[in-house]
Structure formats: C-alpha cells, structure tokens
C-alpha cells in the first residue's frame, strides 16, 4: 500500500470524479454559514429556482456583525439587515440556524467543532477564510467566495486543485506562559505570509501533540496567515475525547465505527511530504507583531528591525511603511509599546481555555490605568455560560475588563467595537493589516496570556518569566 499524508487520505475519500488533468469534483461534508457571504449566494439559488442539495450539512450563525454590547441593539443598520437576511433565508431554505439569543450562537469556527457539527475526516467549507481552523479535528476546512458558497449550496460540491502537502513540526517542549498563538506566529515570522501559498500544512511534532484541542485549532486557524490553503492535525485520542458527546457527534455503535475510521488520520509514517518546516518548541519566547502583517513579528524580549539594516531593499522598504503607520522607531524594544486598548477573542482565541489563561494574568489585579478599554469576548455563549460557571466573568470585570456577549466583536472592524485613529490594540485575533480593527489603528497580535498581561503592566511583558 502507498504511504499517503493525512491530505492525501482527505481528498482521496472525497473526490467525486476528474474535471481534467488539474481539477477535480469534491464533495463537501459540512458547510458553515453565517450572514456576511451568504446573501448572495440564496439570490442566486432562489434567481435558479434551485433548492439546497442538503440542508442537513449545512449550519449558519450570524457572528461578523453582531453587537457583544448586550444591550440589544444593533451594531449598525447593514448588521441588521445582513443578520435578518439571514433569518429569512434559512427560514426559506430549511437551514437549521443559531440565531441571535441562541445561547449555542457565537462565532462559526467556535460554534462548528462546539457542537460536533465538525467531526475528524470530513471536509468543510465556509465563505470565511478562517475556515481552515476546523482542520485541528484532522478534518480538511477551507475558505470561500460568495460564488463557491452558492455551488456547494446547490450541488454540495466543489472543483477543486488538489494543493502541495507542507509538514510543519514543532518538536521539544513549550516554555511556561509560551502556548499556540507564539507557535504559530513564530512559524509566520520564519516563513513569512507567502511561506505557505499552494500548500495544506499538517502540524505535528511533540508541541503539537501536547497541546490541548483549543490549541491546535488556533495554529490551524493562523495557517491562512502563512499564505496555506489549510491546516490540519492528525487525530489522537486527544481529537477522539474532545468529539464524544458533543450534540451532533454520532453515539453507540455508529460512533464505534467512526473512531476505528478516524484513528487511521495521520500521515502514514512513510508518506513523503512536498516541503518540511522543523521549529525548536523550546526556542519559542512569547510574540508580538510590530508591523502590519502577521510576519511582522519579533519575540517579547526582542526589538523592533531596523530597516536600514536590511540587506533586500524591498524588504527594508515595506518595514519603513509599517513603523510609520504604526509609529514605532527602528530599534524599541517590544517591552516598551504601549498598547491602548486590549482584546481578548476572536476565532483565533476565544475558547474556554483561552479565558482561563487570560484569567491567570489579571486575578486579583487591576487593569493600568493607561488602557482605556479592555474588552474578553467569549467565542460563543456556551463558552460564556462555561466561563462564568468557574468565575472568569468576575475575575476580569474585577480587574476592569468589559465582558461582552459572544461574536467576533473587535476582530475585524464590522460592528461597533472600533479601535479609534492612532490607537494602539494588544489583540487576540488573527490580522494586523491596516485599518482592519478601524480606521488607521494599531494592532499588535498576541496570546491571551500577553494581552491580559498588557492590560495590567500597561506594556508588553514577558509572561514567560513571571
């Protein structure tokens, strides 16, 4: 038998049949939906007098737009309209939806591996680039546009080219107060944003095996930041505890078939890989980005580069633009940017244990009183309900922090939680590219761990050392 990578197993168990020598049909699993890219794609279906192939795999949640203030109002009167479009759609087409006071409601890439909608082997699909953060399950998740939503509502299929296979191993042990979000940002700032174009990463290495499932899913969920198609990690026994039980998991006998399938996702131990990244855990210090890509990046107790010191003129060029728009001297150590505001959520990191991290940072402290607003956005409400069961609610309110309702919130500048002009953002999420918290805000990413801290010392801090 050929050895074969957990993305070979993926697309082999998925291909309807050649389109030609480049393309094939794929049929798709699950498709997640939520108000944004969809509109569009029930126009077109209703325009073709087309029903959904089938609604049974298909799961929307309002996220993007929604307000986290809880106070029902609304973030702005597009949200609304995206959001009620939403309802009426699925209403016509039969799609189950977790709408607004919903408790299971929340951020869809939260929602979808929550509720066991998600499971190890399938393929799935939404008009979200961050779709890729379901591949920790050893599942094959992609993003889409507006026009590919609409053929796999149609046909739950999707022409697809089949994409390189990259192995990226973490190998050795995290440092204390180092988690996934350093990882996957140390591996961005070593390969840059294009480091990964035409390529499915799979992670593995000892860091990755011991990292808890919210963990992998916020290294797959960053994979788009390397410029990767998708992310994925084989399945463990890890994968196997967090899917049982779940409410769309399967149970007794079908669920006994399904695990002896599933174990089998892992790179067989022959199988080749078309590239190899090897990072040293141990290596790893706590990250921010300084610039305004993700690959901007220079550990806690590092400086910010100077440009004049680089040899490639493009390269000293780009980190020119990014220290003006971020106001930031050649040479400040990463200790003394002063963020403003700080974010905690995000599909990158707003998962229970994410909070309880974050939480570490900031009980029995008060946030600095040079950070004018510090917000936690649970990623969905069964995370918020979890989280406030343990205290974590209090904890940070305590501290000053504002506990928001569920959603991607501050994330991307598409509802009322704004980073202001010239404002400086410790933030949780995922992209730091100009204006994306707001009109000319700063964003710095970071872990849970490193924004709660920030928002204490009023500066970044090296967790790893406290």
Sequence with gaps: ??????????????????????????????????????????????????????????????????????????????????????????????????????????????????????????????????????????????????????????????????????????????????????????????????????????????????????????????????????????????????????????????????????RQLHSDPAAKHDATVVLDGAAIKPQVSWGTSPEMVAPVDGKVPDPSREQDDERAQAIERALQYMDLDPGTPITSIRPDKIFIGSCSNARLNDLRRAAEQVKGKKIASSIRQAIVVPGSGLVRAAAEQEGLDQIFTDAGFEWREAGCSMCLGMNDDLIGPQERCASTSNRNFEGRQGYKARTHLVSPSMAAAAAVHGHFVDVSAS
């Design 1 to 262: 038998m050929v050895a074969r990578t957990l993305y070979e197993k993926l697309w082999d168990a998925h291909v309807v049949c050649p389109l030609d020598a480049d393309e094939h049909l794929l049929y798709i699993d699950r498709h997640l939906i939520h108000e944004v890219t969809s509109p569009q794609a029930f126009a077109g279906l209703k325009l073709a007098q087309r029903k959904l192939w089938r609604q049974d795999c298909s799961l929307a949640v309002p996220d993007h737009g929604t307000s986290t203030r809880g106070d029902g109002a609304w973030a702005n009167d597009f949200s609304r309209q995206q959001v009620e479009a939403l309802g009426n759609n699925c209403r016509s087409f039969s799609v189950p939806l977790f709408n607004l006071g919903d408790v299971r409601r929340g951020i869809v890439h939260v929602v979808g591996p929550e509720q066991g909608f998600v499971l190890p082997g399938m393929t799935v699909v939404c008009g979200d680039s961050h779709t890729s953060t379901n591949g920790a399950l050893g599942c094959l998740a992609f993003g889409i546009g507006t026009s590919e939503v609409e053929h796999v509502m149609a046909t739950q299929c999707l022409p697809q080219r089949k994409a390189r296979t990259m192995l990226v191993r973490v190998d050795g042990n995290l440092a204390a107060g180092v988690d996934a979000k350093d990882v996957i940002l140390a591996l961005i700032g070593k390969i840059g944003t294009a480091g990964g174009t035409g390529y499915a990463i799979e992670y593995a290495g000892e860091v990755i095996t011991d990292l808890d499932m919210e963990g992998r899913m916020t290294i797959c969920n960053m994979s788009i930041e390397a410029g990767a198609r998708a992310g994925m990690v084989g399945v463990d026994e890890k994968t196997l505890q967090y899917v049982r039980g779940r409410p769309y998991s399967p149970t007794g006998r079908m669920l006994e078939s399904a695990e002896q399938y599933w």
